[in-house]
């Protein structure tokens, strides 16, 4: 079969599927389609168990097309079922990460980089953007490590991570005192990246981030992941929850930021600054 002809029987399997609920339709469109989906899987998540992310990617693609919510743009469909497949192995990358799996983590961080990168370009001007993601890539690798955080939903991942970000750069900004440069409720209404079917991978970044954490002397890690956490909580508070005096918490913190720092450049991770982790200390 020609390229040409397989795509027209693509297309218009699709149609049918689409136009007429038709399960016979869909099954021929699969056919055709599946090849190419998991080759892109394969390229994005090299780990992905492509029969899972085939099965729920054909499966949120009927149930769309059951609700009737796909669009009937021409010659569009495989575009469409791309982005799905991308966003259902990166999902399955971000829930095994809850393992310990090394591997899934730094794949999950190849396919969000990008759009964070993204959604963070407009603030250059009063944030390190470098530090912000590094930053926000670590509170993820914690939140996957949390067996009481369950992300649910198409991009579940994304966009928690979009809003870690956004937290970041509303911390580093009043740290700062910068906020007379840059209006914060910009940050609420500032649209949320998109992970492209093929986005540009770096997986020397997730590992590099995801080695060094895992190096980090006992009592500095801890110190760490509690300020990362703290939520309305005082670095007094921390510091009583982890049976440290505050004087030692700090001190932990700062040992924490600076072998993270350390770490992330031997392995050619460009770090400009140390990394920002909520050092003003916060004890009423």
């Not at 996957?144 to 970041?168: E, K, M, T």
């Not at 049976?243 to 924490?256: E, G, H, S």
Request: charged share 30%.
């Amino acid at each position: 079969m020609t390229g040409s002809n397989r795509a027209i029987r693509l297309e218009d399997a699709f149609r049918r599927a689409r136009s007429e609920r038709s399960r016979q339709a869909f099954s021929e469109w699969v056919a055709l389609a599946e090849p190419d989906l998991r080759d892109g899987v394969s390229r994005v998540v090299r780990s992905a168990d492509l029969d899972l992310v085939m099965r729920e990617t054909m499966g949120r693609i009927w149930n769309e097309l059951e609700a009737g919510t796909v669009s009937s743009n021409e010659n569009a469909s495989l575009l469409f079922a791309r982005r799905i497949a991308a966003d259902v192995a990166r999902e399955d990358a971000f829930r095994r990460s809850g393992t310990g799996n090394e591997t899934a983590f730094a794949e999950w961080m190849s396919s969000v980089e990008f759009p964070l990168r993204l959604s963070l370009r407009r603030f250059a001007r009063v944030v390190d953007v470098e530090a912000i993601l590094q930053e926000t890539l670590v509170r993820m690798w914690l939140v996957a490590s949390d067996p009481r955080r369950i992300l649910q939903g198409p991009g579940a991942s994304l966009r928690f991570a979009y809003r870690v970000a956004q937290n970041v750069v509303r911390e580093e900004v009043r740290r700062n005192r910068v906020g007379r440069f840059v209006d914060l409720d910009d940050l609420e209404n500032h649209p949320e990246g998109r992970v492209d079917p093929d986005p540009p991978p770096d997986p020397a970044l997730g590992a590099a981030i995801v080695e060094c954490i895992k190096r980090l002397p006992s009592k500095p890690r801890q110190a760490l992941e509690a300020r990362l956490g703290r939520g309305h909580r005082s670095d007094r508070e921390l510091a009583s929850g982890r049976m440290m005096t505050l004087n030692t918490f700090l001190q932990n913190i700062v040992r924490a930021r600076r072998f993270l720092a350390q770490c992330l450049e031997s392995r050619g991770v460009r770090v400009s600054e140390i990394l920002s982790w909520q050092t003003s200390p916060r004890t009423s």
